[in-house]
């Protein structure tokens, strides 16, 4: 066990309290009593970030997580909902989840002063306190040369978007765009000396997309789509939802991972019961992908059964959404930092910029849960495959098992479409 040193965490905490940081009326970002404050206050607070940093935050341009990594040097990670007791989990959060972290410090760090680059950032997880593991910023490449190319302007994405027939804040968009072989040639557009900023909405929006997409590997080096892209383009075409391209880039993520599957994971009650073990395992799997999408219920507190199964499985969904989410902000960052973007652009703009991003909100299961009743159901019918059994438990679903969900029906033919795309990911060629 780590030795707790309650004494020197009180002096420490007392000192914080004291001495906290604000922000003054001015803008001025300093300790409350600078005049009295000890030399060595960053031992306490952590070493002092750039204003810019606290100034995007204080908005909520970005979230505090990875300048709280950077500023501690540590990365805690603490057990979960369902208590944490997979190695599947454990295997995730102390390996599996290092590429993404490694990408949003590398981002953040390239563009502060190069102090930061060079100290390690240690991971701490709650079932390992005494053998952290250590992400060296220092070893990877700056990630600003790669996605250096993306200055895309107004004229060109509008037209595009208006060929398309597609938002421009969406994924579809981002992706499909660039199957235009012609079009992808015409978005590599490194920043030149004296070019204006970018100014408008669509252009932040979309060139912190396509970043973000290059660094996961959807889109190559010279902006084509590569084999990924390719596949993840064929999918979203396959249910053309907005709704959906979310979750489906997700379920392509976790299978990148190895994480999609109908492997026994967890240790716990909530997995289907009902029919051979071989449509026990393709229900696990359909309800595993609903869980990267919502079910629809009114406000009010979830009413419905329970599986805490899936909310393991949600557990680890959460943790790798939460990174991708991390990945997207410092791309949006990047932007900012290095002077891409337009200084007179209002705060509040780019605040809304960062809320159309993808992977802001977190996910749940009962999406999932629901999909599991009712397949589970139906492979206790004697005719699962009749249209009549299908309605009949659909209407007992939405009438008894989840009377609160505003369209249970509905619900359930979004998760097969997702299901369609994400089963789309297992045919392709890997990259």
Same mark, same amino acid.
């Given at each position: 066990?780590?030795?707790?040193?309650?004494?020197?965490?009180?002096?420490?905490?007392?000192?914080?309290?004291?001495?906290?940081?604000?922000?003054?009326?001015?803008?001025? =970002?300093?300790?409350?009593?600078?005049?009295?404050?000890?030399?060595?206050?960053?031992?306490?607070?952590?070493?002092?970030?750039?204003?810019?940093?606290?100034?995007?935050?204080?908005?909520?341009? =970005?979230?505090?997580?990875?300048?709280?990594?950077?500023?501690?040097?540590?990365? =805690?990670?603490?057990?979960?909902?369902?208590?944490?007791?997979?190695?599947?989990?454990?295997?995730?959060?102390?390996?599996?989840?290092?590429?993404? /972290?490694?990408?949003?410090?590398?981002?953040?760090?390239?563009?502060?002063?190069?102090?930061? @680059?060079?100290?390690?950032?240690?991971?701490?997880?709650?079932?390992?306190?005494?053998?952290?593991?250590?992400?060296?910023?220092?070893? *990877? *490449?700056?990630?600003?040369?790669?996605?250096?190319?993306?200055?895309?302007?107004?004229?060109?994405?509008?037209?595009?978007?208006?060929?398309?027939?597609?938002?421009?804040?969406?994924?579809?968009?981002?992706?499909?765009?660039?199957?235009?072989?012609?079009?992808?040639?015409?978005?590599?557009?490194?920043?030149?000396?004296?070019?204006?900023?970018?100014?408008?909405?669509?252009?932040?929006?979309?060139?912190?997309?396509?970043?973000?997409?290059?660094?996961?590997?959807? =889109?190559?080096?010279?902006?084509?789509?590569?084999?990924?892209?390719?596949?993840?383009?064929?999918?979203?075409?396959?249910?053309?939802?907005?709704?959906?391209?979310?979750?489906?880039?997700?379920?392509?993520?976790?299978?990148?991972?190895?994480?999609?599957?109908?492997?026994?994971?967890?240790?716990?009650?909530?997995?289907?019961?009902?029919?051979?073990?071989?449509?026990? /395992?393709?229900?696990?799997?359909?309800?595993?992908?609903?869980?990267?999408?919502?079910?629809?219920?009114?406000?009010?507190?979830?009413?419905?059964?329970?599986?805490?199964?899936?909310?393991?499985?949600?557990?680890?969904?959460?943790?790798?959404?939460?990174?991708?989410?991390?990945?997207?902000?410092?791309?949006?960052?990047?932007?900012?930092?290095?002077?891409?973007?337009?200084?007179?652009?209002?705060?509040?703009?780019?605040?809304?910029?960062?809320?159309?991003?993808?992977?802001?909100?977190?996910?749940?299961?009962?999406?999932?849960?629901?999909?599991?009743?009712?397949?589970?159901?139906?492979?206790?019918?004697?005719?699962?495959?009749?249209?009549?059994?299908? @309605?009949?438990?659909?209407?007992?679903?939405?009438?008894?098992?989840?009377?609160?969900?505003?369209?249970?029906?509905?619900?359930?033919? /979004?998760?097969?479409?997702?299901?369609?795309?994400?089963?789309?990911?297992?045919?392709?060629?890997?990259?």
């Amino acid at each position: 066990m780590i030795a707790l040193n309650y004494l020197d965490r009180y002096r420490k905490a007392s000192l914080y309290i004291k001495h906290y940081v604000c922000i003054r009326p001015n803008g001025k =970002i300093e300790s409350v009593d600078g005049a009295s404050a000890p030399s060595d206050l960053n031992n306490i607070m952590g070493h002092r970030l750039p204003e810019e940093a606290f100034g995007y935050l204080s908005h909520g341009i =970005i979230s505090p997580e990875v300048l709280s990594w950077i500023a501690s040097n540590e990365i =805690i990670e603490r057990p979960p909902l369902d208590g944490g007791e997979a190695d599947a989990y454990r295997r995730l959060v102390s390996d599996g989840l290092t590429p993404l /972290r490694t990408s949003a410090l590398s981002l953040l760090t390239y563009s502060f002063h190069r102090f930061y @680059q060079h100290r390690p950032i240690y991971l701490r997880c709650w079932f390992d306190p005494n053998t952290p593991k250590t992400l060296n910023v220092a070893d *990877t *490449t700056d990630p600003r040369t790669t996605i250096a190319g993306w200055n895309v302007r107004l004229e060109q994405i509008t037209a595009k978007a208006t060929k398309l027939e597609r938002d421009v804040s969406s994924l579809a968009f981002a992706v499909s765009s660039l199957q235009d072989a012609d079009f992808a040639k015409t978005t590599v557009t490194p920043k030149s000396s004296g070019q204006k900023p970018l100014s408008s909405t669509e252009e932040v929006q979309s060139n912190a997309l396509w970043r973000f997409l290059q660094l996961r590997g959807y =889109i190559q080096q010279d902006h084509q789509l590569s084999t990924l892209g390719q596949c993840l383009q064929t999918a979203f075409s396959r249910h053309n939802q907005q709704d959906l391209e979310e979750p489906t880039l997700l379920a392509f993520e976790m299978l990148r991972l190895n994480l999609l599957n109908s492997n026994n994971m967890f240790p716990y009650n909530g997995s289907p019961q009902r029919g051979s073990e071989t449509d026990k /395992r393709n229900t696990l799997l359909v309800s595993r992908v609903a869980c990267f999408a919502g079910l629809r219920h009114k406000s009010i507190g979830f009413t419905g059964p329970l599986s805490r199964h899936l909310l393991a499985y949600t557990s680890m969904v959460s943790a790798v959404r939460g990174n991708l989410r991390n990945v997207v902000e410092m791309s949006l960052f990047g932007l900012l930092a290095n002077h891409h973007v337009d200084r007179d652009m209002r705060p509040s703009v780019l605040a809304q910029i960062s809320y159309s991003l993808p992977f802001l909100n977190d996910i749940d299961c009962a999406l999932g849960i629901a999909v599991k009743s009712y397949l589970d159901e139906l492979s206790a019918q004697s005719e699962p495959t009749s249209e009549a059994s299908r @309605q009949a438990v659909k209407t007992k679903g939405a009438n008894e098992w989840f009377p609160h969900a505003t369209d249970f029906q509905g619900d359930l033919q /979004r998760a097969f479409a997702l299901w369609d795309s994400a089963s789309l990911r297992c045919r392709c060629k890997r990259p």
